[in-house]
């Protein structure tokens, strides 16, 4: 009996280790993640925020704190929508307001990996809060710039943490490439970003991938499984003056902040002639929260990165062969047709129930 159980764990180690070796000689390492997932523990699911807050990051932040079954580890701030010195203070300021100082932010990248910051001051205003005004923060971030604050919580917690990025991927591409072993820690990659169907910054490009498409380049190559949240979904869900009523019938700080920064963007809104804005980042958020909000279709997604006109768009192959612009005549490499079975690298959302999405960010948000 004893020399039996002693075989059974001798024969589960040799397992272990032929999963490990396994697991290290492919790409992606999806035997070594399989298992970390298996194990992760029961209880709220823990989360990084990457964020360039941004007025619909603002309602993201809020509908996470205010969500009993997530646990926000630490929230790392990137430029996007407005330069870091107004996401940096606007992302301290948000955990203030909502009474959670005991959340770490950190200050991320100021600029992308190699282009200048484009950024979207149109739709977020040169504050970031469409111009809403709030106390300088009294908190300060922690002194661990973004890439080692997300690198020491994912290396102590292994397969544990999701990361739910909200701008360009510039962070998250920065730790990856600091540290190679770090994708095969990571839980999942929940996201803000892309589109199947066109952009909205340029005809082709999604604004956070057009930002930082190298960044967005690296995320999806990196084996970490994706849910890409995108313009497919996101420009079906409008927060209109009616959601701005309820929000400004509650009292409690978290819901009289959403409603000032939304009040604000109405203002930015009506001069680009539309009626309401945009609910890109807590919509990703929610999908943490509800599985029936969005429907998810896997894809593999390739990023753009050379194009003169197309840099940041995202390509979803569905079928074989995943096939590329056709060679130049005089290239060295002619091989741009993939005849590599067709691996999916990310769900994408494709559909979106958004009637339920605002059941759950309305009561949430006037709670608090
Ligand atoms: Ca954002």
């Given at each position: 009996?004893?020399?039996?159980n002693?075989?059974?764990?001798?024969?589960q180690g040799?397992l272990?280790?032929?999963?490990?070796s396994?697991?290290?000689?492919?790409?992606?390492g999806?035997?070594?993640?399989?298992?970390?997932?298996?194990s992760?523990s029961a209880?709220p699911?823990?989360?990084?925020?990457?964020?360039d807050p941004?007025v619909?990051d603002a309602?993201a932040?809020?509908l996470?704190?205010?969500?009993?079954?997530?646990?926000i580890?630490?929230i790392t701030?990137?430029?996007?929508?407005?330069p870091?010195?107004?996401?940096?203070?606007n992302?301290?300021?948000?955990?203030?307001?909502?009474?959670r100082?005991?959340i770490?932010?950190?200050a991320?990248?100021t600029?992308p990996l190699?282009?200048?910051?484009?950024?979207?001051?149109?739709?977020?205003?040169?504050n970031?809060?469409?111009?809403a005004e709030?106390?300088?923060?009294s908190?300060?971030?922690?002194s661990e710039?973004a890439?080692?604050?997300?690198?020491?919580i994912i290396?102590?917690?292994?397969?544990e943490?999701?990361?739910v990025?909200?701008?360009?991927?510039?962070n998250?591409?920065q730790?990856l490439q600091a540290?190679?072993?770090?994708?095969?820690k990571?839980?999942q990659?929940?996201?803000?970003g892309?589109?199947?169907s066109?952009?909205?910054?340029?005809?082709?490009?999604?604004?956070?991938?057009?930002?930082?498409?190298?960044?967005a380049?690296?995320v999806?190559?990196s084996?970490v499984p994706?849910?890409m949240v995108?313009?497919?979904?996101?420009?079906?869900?409008?927060?209109?003056?009616k959601h701005?009523?309820?929000?400004?019938?509650?009292?409690?700080?978290v819901s009289?902040?959403?409603?000032?920064?939304?009040?604000q963007?109405f203002?930015?809104a009506?001069?680009?002639g539309?009626?309401g804005?945009?609910?890109?980042?807590p919509l990703?958020?929610?999908?943490?929260?509800?599985s029936?909000?969005l429907?998810l279709?896997d894809?593999?997604?390739?990023i753009?990165?050379?194009?003169?006109?197309?840099?940041?768009?995202?390509y979803?192959?569905?079928?074989?062969?995943v096939?590329g612009?056709?060679p130049?005549?005089?290239?060295?490499?002619?091989s741009r047709?993939?005849?590599?079975?067709?691996?999916p690298?990310?769900?994408v959302a494709?559909?979106v129930?958004?009637?339920r999405?605002?059941e759950?960010l309305?009561?949430r948000?006037?709670?608090a």
């Open positions: 009996m004893h020399s039996m002693r075989r059974r764990f001798v024969s040799c272990t280790l032929a999963a490990t396994i697991a290290s000689s492919t790409t992606f999806q035997i070594e993640r399989a298992s970390m997932i298996a992760r209880g699911r823990r989360i990084i925020i990457d964020t941004g619909d309602f932040i809020f996470a704190i205010t969500s009993p079954e997530l646990k580890e630490a701030a990137v430029a996007g929508n407005v870091l010195s107004f996401t940096l203070p992302a301290l300021r948000l955990v203030e307001i909502a009474g100082t005991d770490p932010v950190a991320g990248a600029a190699v282009r200048r910051l484009i950024s979207a001051t149109d739709v977020h205003g040169q970031g809060f469409a111009g709030f106390p300088a923060p908190v300060k971030p922690v710039p890439v080692d604050v997300l690198r020491a290396g102590r917690n292994p397969g943490i999701t990361l990025c909200l701008g360009p991927l510039t998250i591409a730790a540290d190679p072993a770090l994708a095969g990571i839980a990659i929940t996201m803000m892309g589109s199947l066109g952009g909205n910054i340029s005809p082709a490009a999604e604004f956070n991938f057009y930002v930082d498409p190298e960044a380049d690296i999806f190559r084996g994706i849910t995108g313009l497919d979904v996101t420009e079906k869900v409008t927060f209109t003056e701005l009523a309820m929000l400004e019938a509650a009292n409690g700080p009289m902040a959403a409603a000032k920064i939304a009040r963007e203002g930015l009506r001069k680009r539309a009626s804005f945009h609910m890109h980042d990703a958020m929610s999908s943490l929260l509800d029936e909000i429907r279709e894809y593999l997604v390739k753009e990165t050379a194009g003169l006109y197309s840099a940041g768009a995202s979803g192959y569905k079928h074989n062969p096939r612009s056709a130049m005549k005089d290239a060295a490499d002619v047709v993939s005849d590599a079975a067709l691996r690298n990310a769900k494709v559909g129930n958004s009637d999405f605002f759950l309305i009561p948000l006037t709670k």
